[in-house]
């Protein structure tokens, strides 16, 4: 049985070898993505300019970026020190932060939003609850989350990306399974978007996108 330890290790293992080829890669992601940049923009309208937000799982920093870009004041946070490292070689004027999701280096409710884009993808299922309780006890009362994943049931298994020795499950899931466990853990659902994939960004299942807010 894989344990939390082994699920932290074998992840943050993961993208520390593969960070630069993933940073070159994934470096326009936004700019091949419309709808995803519309719907970064409705978070940051909702959520409001200058509002503490944190990029949860923020990689090398394309999302943070485009989020300060947006007005919001945030910050980026991922597991793995070589995509942090990128990221603050990308965009040194802008704060970046090595942890895990699972236990933020944060004070109950500091934050006025959180955004788990495609970061929660590697979270096993029965750490989802632990997962989202962490997100809402850094969130004040009314804070927005955005979390964004691939749609499915059957997880996709990356072996040996650009060569390198390494493999890592990426989790499909659906949306009203994700709904239920958010409501659990105490949020309100306030829009939930699913788009089809599109050929030219390699894609092979649905992306789906949630809204919810922190009750009270």
Known sequence: ???????????????DTIAEDYADRFRNQLGERPLERALLAAYAELVGPGRAVADLGCGPGVVTAHLASLGLSVFGLDLSPSMVAIARREYPHLRFEQGSMLELPLADGALAGAVSWYSSIHTPVEKLPALFAEFR???????????AFQVGDVPRRLDRPWGHPVTLDFHRRRPEQI????????????SSTVREPEEPLEESVPQACLFARKEG
Do not use: E, I, N, Q
């Open 137 to 147: 006890r850094v969130l004040s009362p009314g804070g927005h989350l955005l979390l």
């Open 1 to 15: 049985m894989t344990t939390s330890r082994d699920f932290l290790t074998t992840t943050r293992a993961f993208y």
């Open 179 to 190: 709904t239920k466990l958010l409501a659990d853990a105490g949020f309100v659902l306030r």
